[in-house]
């Protein structure tokens, strides 16, 4: 059969005979790019590493506390006060002090690490999936399924967030289930609207046609032809998206209607440290230090990704 | 309306695979003032009759605009009809739910004009090709990739590129990988919407070989779209002009370049270029005026009139009927009220 | 023009609509029994009853929801369980404290985002730029509530003890009886909610005037021979004007609403505290008027956007 178009053929064919299956011809594709430039950014390395260690020590945050033998929740009465029952500082027993009942801060903020992550991660993963889902389907299905769902979208983009969530938690009381529900029901929309945006483009291209005319049906165009050419801004928007729900369950356990105490999250330990602040700066410094690294690092690495996707963008330009 | 129902040139004695009855295709256009009851429409494709024979390639030509692409999807059935018939292979497919299109899919393939717009930049070569197995389950595994490896070959691509991505791969590579795609599961049918009019003139050459040699291989038939006349005379058998969403003229391949009949194929055909450069200074270029007119709103009577360096006062008021020429056998109609004679074409 | 106005017009009242039946079903079906609430612990059965029948909350849940509805829209909010004042009355008494907040606010962040952005988008790639932008990331990066305590932290409460009140930790003096009280009052609320807001505006007017820098027809100002600063302000940073100005009417929206961590940090008595405090007391009339206030803000915002961005740029069509 190869005989057949050797007059015609470019200098790529391979030298007649067996065809050997080979996965070592890899093709670099937009991912590997993308993967390689950022591999690269010493800002995409140094706020990853950042995000990992946060993200360690959130993992293993019970043996961590096992070793060190401190409770999240235990009080020490005794060398965690002084005699005048103030909050003792940074020691070798206390890594980053003593909270105003004597907890260890460090290990509280380790525990708050877990509540922070969980939030984030769990509350734009859903926000991701939902926003994706509801944008792919706006924007491939078009005509009344479209208009349906991005009036929808537009409804909650004009609700005002702290508002509304502040009041719905109110009514339903407050809780670790409602932070990520409430972020999560308030971020999708802009997802889906990115996504809608970029679907109307790519569902033009001829590789959806040519999709088509091989008797491809809607769910497959939409999450095998469509679904990997969006992927890229979603996954950029998550990564931003993060950081975001981060300082949004923190305001809300600020303000008291987040995640109660005596679980520790950075919010409510916040909360808790503001009247000490004079006597135990580091009952506010490390808990609010946690904070701000983990949300710029989020944010760098975002910004890092969405470079990495695409070079022209704003760093390198 | 007053074209003809029917392909004025139905040759009994071929076997006919595909037929297109009066396909017409309007879209609704889309303006700002949606209150104004008649809502416009593009007539892209405008009562166009049509007999593609088995084994055979028919070359649809026109300019930009003139609904060949249009008339492609609507034989794939990528488009719904606004009304007319699609038959393939005896059956008519014009009505046919996706569902009920589904195993036509199998027998009906189209080659696409962008070789990048067509393949899907985040997906892996082999992937692509397979993707006609994988969505009517043909072959699974191993023997898909083999079937994939074959077809690779079969277009001449090296068969150990399946993992890589549309991008590291040349116009010309990325055409033949289209084409694998399309050939994947033995159509009989084959659109092939300007195939290399994107590519460079050195590589035209190839692929319209690779075409050609593979039409005698696996028997196929194609309806191959151009926008000009030079790129179908090896190619085709059969040559349909199209203007403004109708067909003009059509004839045997042969017989066009050698007798055009419309005077807007016979500009067309001034603008192919020859080459022998005595001929081509001897020869005289028929100028078209004019843009194409609008086809929210066609012309009155014949389409082609305000163009058309012949025109007299009938052919802006009736409109002409594709019809045979007086004792012709070979099947060489035409759309015009004052059709060019043997002498006067544009050679 | 006046058709794309109405359909948004038409499109806002439905959102308030959706709202306002969000709130009464939220708060109306919630599980918790106001009229038991607000008589007490020690409350007879029958005080209870006569409460709920003062409130109107033994009436068919519809008729509750029409009345209410009725109501809102007649910008009767009913009145407050907890004082007996007219939600209006409660909303008017704290706005000017939230309106001078949002505004102070907001023209600093807007100077000083769209400035920051200017200069970092001239020079791409220098200190300044670099430096911009990672101030820029940093105070986006950084939760308002923690700031505005920063901010009350060591620049009052460190300044205070070294004996210089600068500036005063908490409380409102209204602009009527002194200016100069009103903004020192304001001065760091003004600065948390500007510096948190401002970096939003620094990333999108540096994206979007690079953008615009590369195009062909900035080159063409240049050749004519503009000077630099003529082509950056004219065509530059006109090409950030549309999204800073759609950001600016959201954030606005949004923030005259309640700028609530703000007004909270800082004692502020505005909407955001309000609301903070009804959601303690648990009093339904003013948290739905405040629910539906802020909404309305954020819907008029979004149409006035709408609206400016149709005449800002003419390409958009009026659909």
Known sequence: MSQLAAELLEPITPPSGQVVAS??????????????????????????????????????????????????DTQFQSTGLSPQGIPVGPSTSFFFGTDDLGRDVFIR????????????????????IVGVVVGLAAGYLGRAADTVLSRLMDVILSLPFLVFAIALVSVVGPSLTITVAVIAFFSWASVGRIVRGQVLSIKEKEFVEAARSLGAGDLRIMFVEILPNVLAPTIVYATLLIPLAIVFEATLSFLGIGVIPPTPTWGNMLSEAMPFYRVAWWFVAFPGLALVVTTVAFNLLGDSIRDAFDPRGSRSS | ?????????????????????????????????????????????????????????????????????????????????????????????????????????????????????????????????????????????????????????????????????????????????????????????????????????SIQAQVINLLAD????????????????????????????????????????????????????????????????DVASRRERVLLVGDVPSPIHPPTGCRFHPRCPRAQEVCAVEDPVLSLQQGDRTGHAVACHFPLTDGEAHA | MLRFLARRITFGVIVMWIVATVVFVLYFLAPNDVARTLAGREASPST???????????????????SFLWKALHGNLGYSYINSVSVV?????????????????????????????????????????????????????????????AFLLLLFFELHLAGLNWFPGSGYVSLAQSVGGWARHLILPWLTIALVTAATYTRLTRTSMLEVMGEDYIRTARAKGLTERRVTLRHGLRAALTPVVTQFGIDVGTLLGGAIVTENVFGLPGLGQLIITSILDQDLPTIIGLV????????????????LYAVLDPRVRLT
């Open chain 2, 214 to 277: 593979l039409q005698d291989e696996l028997g196929l038939t194609y309806v191959f779209i151009a926008h000009d006349l030079s790129v179908v005379r090896h190619v085709s058998d059969r040559i349909a002009v199209m203007y403004l969403g109708r067909i003009v003229e059509i004839a045997d391949t042969d017989d066009l370049y050698a007798r055009p009949r419309h005077p807007y194929t016979n500009a067309l055909l001034s603008a192919v270029p020859v080459p022998d450069p």
């Open chain 1, 109 to 128: 903020v380790i525990y708050g690490a877990r509540i922070s992550l969980l939030v984030g991660v769990i509350a734009s993963g859903m926000a991701i």
């Open chain 3, 292 to 307: 539906l206030l802020a909404s309305a803000f954020v819907v008029v915002a979004n149409i006035v956007v709408d609206f």
């Open chain 1, 23 to 72: 996965e070592a011809i890899q093709g670099r594709g937009p991912w590997q790019l993308a993967w390689a430039r950022l591999r690269r950014d010493k800002v995409a390395i140094g706020s990853s590493l950042v995000i990992a260690v946060i993200a360690l020590a959130a993992i293993f945050a019970p043996l961590i506390a096992r070793l060190i033998g401190h409770g999240p």
């Open chain 3, 89 to 149: 009355t409660l909303i008017a008494q704290r706005i000017w404290v939230t309106i001078s907040l949002v505004a102070g606010g907001a023209a600093i962040w807007l100077v000083l985002g769209v400035g920051a952005g200017v200069v970092s988008a001239i020079r791409p790639r220098s200190f300044a730029d670099r430096a911009t932008t990672g101030l820029a990331l940093f105070f986006y990066s950084m939760p308002t509530f923690l700031l505005g305590e």
């Open chain 2, 1 to 201: 309306m007053t074209a003809e129902l029917r392909d004025p040139s139905p040759r009994t004695d071929e076997d006919v695979l595909l037929r297109l009855e009066e396909v017409v295709k309007y879209f609704p256009v889309t303006s700002a003032k949606v209150f104004r009851g008649k809502r416009d429409h593009v007539h892209a494709v405008d009562g166009v009759s049509l007999d593609v024979a088995r084994g055979k390639t028919i070359a649809l030509v026109g300019e930009t605009g003139c609904g060949k692409s249009t008339l492609a999807r609507c034989i794939t059935r990528l488009y719904d009809l606004t009304s007319g018939k699609v038959v393939f292979d005896g059956e008519d497919i014009s009505n046919h739910s996706r569902r009920r299109l589904r195993p036509y899919r199998r027998k009906m393939q189209m080659i696409f004009q962008d070789p990048y717009g067509s393949l899907n930049p985040r997906r892996r070569v082999g992937s692509i090709i397979a993707d006609a197995f994988t969505i009517h389950g043909v072959a699974e595994g191993e023997e898909r990739k083999a079937k994939v490896q074959e077809l690779m070959e079969l277009v001449g691509l090296n068969p150990e590129h399946f993992n890589r991505f549309p991008a590291e791969f040349s116009g010309g590579q990325r055409q033949r990988i289209g084409i694998a795609r399309a050939l994947a599961l033995h159509p009989q049918l084959v659109v092939c919407d300007e195939p290399v009019s994107a590519l460079d003139v």
């Open chain 3, 48 to 66: 209870v009853e006569a409460i709920r029948h003062n409130l109107g909350l033994n009436r068919p849940l519809l008729t509750q929801y029409g």
